[in-house]
């Protein structure tokens, strides 16, 4: 009896042909979709000018990128929407303005937004202005209206709930620098101000509880200090001789004090002014410390106040140069004023 005929290998052979053939099309297939995925997350344009765009507050992940999608930021709005589910960031966006750029990649725009990077304005505050000149020059940058700035900064409840002792800000809106972003309201930047205070106020506080100065007295003088020094190394000198003066239950006599006090002043201090009893900030008629601050002292006042030179001074008088002469007795004053200021009105 012959052996069986063995069955043919056709089929084997064509299924093979159709597991290789559709492993072929799946490869291509899989290509065309990360091919297109790469390309929806990557730059539209190979050269643009930057974008300024807003993130508004409480703004969803889906707008934001309908917007950028629609002004040519991103390519897909969809793809920088997945990518920010796959990295888990969706619903962390920060408000704000942003410079962006259709050069960059969805990721890198995503990610200027997700670690708020967004665009500062500088504002310099110099020592020694006062809240409303602050105000006004955060206005002049164009972040926030003055008038608002300055209700925050007269507002009893923001100095309580900032940590100052007083019934304004005025004195703790600390001189500096500082680069801000649209959008904050007055009340976030005045709190930025004090919080920069703050800073300088932990590392002086040791010193100011040593001296039995609270922090509102030591800003006061502070404040008083700043306006009255031309020349940044007589702090300390200018300092003890108020400081004596208070020893000795002495009128401060300031010119800057009285003239704070002095509404619409014209710049023309007078007599009258001197005399006018009426004026919380005039110490020539007033004794002790003024109600508040006149100004916003810098670090080197604050420090000043709390470690003043040692010296029995207990008046000063300017050179006409910026300077200051210093005297421990009236007498000595007396000459000193002779020989600096009256002398100048002689022909």
């Given at each position: 009896?012959?052996?069986?005929?063995?069955?043919?290998?056709?089929?084997?052979?064509?299924?093979?042909?159709?597991?290789?053939?559709?492993?072929?099309?799946?490869?291509?297939?899989?290509?065309?979709?990360?091919?297109?995925?790469?390309?929806?997350?990557?730059?539209?344009?190979?050269?643009?000018?930057?974008?300024?765009?807003?993130?508004?507050?409480?703004?969803?992940?889906?707008?934001?990128?309908?917007?950028?999608?629609?002004?040519?930021?991103?390519?897909?709005?969809?793809?920088?929407?997945?990518?920010?589910?796959?990295?888990?960031?969706?619903?962390?966006?920060?408000?704000?303005?942003?410079?962006?750029?259709?050069?960059?990649?969805?990721?890198?725009?995503?990610?200027?937004?997700?670690?708020?990077?967004?665009?500062?304005?500088?504002?310099?505050?110099?020592?020694?202005?006062?809240?409303?000149?602050?105000?006004?020059?955060?206005?002049?940058?164009?972040?926030?209206?003055?008038?608002?700035?300055?209700?925050?900064?007269?507002?009893?409840?923001?100095?309580?709930?900032?940590?100052?002792?007083?019934?304004?800000?005025?004195?703790?809106?600390?001189?500096?620098?500082?680069?801000?972003?649209h959008g904050l309201t007055a009340r976030q930047i005045?709190?930025?101000?004090?919080?920069?205070?703050?800073?300088?106020?932990?590392?002086?506080?040791?010193?100011?509880?040593?001296?039995?100065?609270?922090?509102?007295?030591?800003?006061?003088?502070?404040?008083?200090?700043?306006?009255?020094?031309?020349?940044?190394?007589?702090?300390?000198?200018?300092?003890?001789?108020?400081?004596?003066?208070?020893?000795?239950?002495?009128?401060?006599?300031?010119?800057?004090?009285?003239?704070?006090?002095?509404?619409?002043?014209?710049?023309?201090?007078?007599?009258?002014?001197?005399?006018?009893?009426?004026?919380?900030?005039?110490?020539?008629?007033?004794?002790?410390?003024?109600?508040?601050?006149?100004?916003?002292?810098?670090?080197?006042?604050?420090?000043?106040?709390?470690?003043?030179?040692?010296?029995?001074?207990?008046?000063?008088?300017?050179?006409?140069?910026?300077?200051?002469?210093?005297?421990?007795?009236?007498?000595?004053?007396?000459?000193?004023?002779?020989?600096?200021?009256?002398?100048?009105?002689?022909?």
């Open positions: 009896m012959s052996a069986p005929a063995p069955a043919p290998k056709r089929p084997r052979r064509l299924w093979l042909r159709a597991l290789g053939g559709l492993l072929v099309l799946g490869a291509v297939v899989t290509g065309s979709v990360v091919w297109a995925v790469i390309h929806a997350l990557g730059p539209p344009a190979e050269a643009a000018a930057p974008v300024r765009f807003d993130v508004l507050p409480g703004a969803t992940l889906r707008s934001v990128a309908e917007e950028l999608e629609a002004r040519r930021v991103i390519r897909s709005a969809l793809a920088l929407r997945g990518i920010a589910r796959w990295q888990g960031t969706a619903g962390r966006l920060h408000a704000g303005e942003y410079e962006l750029s259709a050069t960059w990649s969805a990721a890198r725009v995503l990610e200027q937004m997700v670690e708020g990077r967004v665009i500062t304005y500088p504002v310099t505050l110099p020592e020694g202005i006062s809240a409303s000149e602050i105000a006004a020059r955060i206005e002049q940058a164009g972040l926030a209206p003055a008038a608002e700035l300055l209700a925050v900064m007269r507002d009893p409840a923001a100095a309580a709930a900032f940590g100052v002792e007083g019934t304004t800000l005025e004195g703790y809106l600390f001189p500096e620098t500082y680069h801000l972003p005045a709190k930025v101000l004090v919080e920069q205070f703050l800073r300088t106020w932990r590392e002086i506080e040791p010193k100011a509880r040593a001296r039995g100065m609270s922090m509102r007295e030591v800003v006061t003088l502070a404040s008083i200090v700043e306006k009255e020094t031309g020349v940044g190394g007589e702090r300390p000198l200018v300092a003890s001789v108020f400081l004596n003066r208070l020893a000795r239950g002495m009128r401060l006599e300031s010119d800057p004090t009285t003239i704070y006090g002095i509404p619409n002043f014209d710049g023309n201090l007078k007599r009258v002014h001197l005399e006018d009893e009426t004026n919380a900030w005039n110490t020539y008629r007033i004794a002790g410390l003024p109600p508040t601050p006149i100004a916003s002292p810098g670090a080197a006042s604050l420090r000043a106040v709390v470690d003043p030179a040692e010296t029995d001074y207990l008046f000063f008088v300017s050179r006409n140069d910026g300077s200051h002469v210093f005297a421990s007795n009236f007498a000595e004053h007396v000459n000193n004023v002779n020989r600096f200021q009256r002398s100048r009105s002689r022909p």
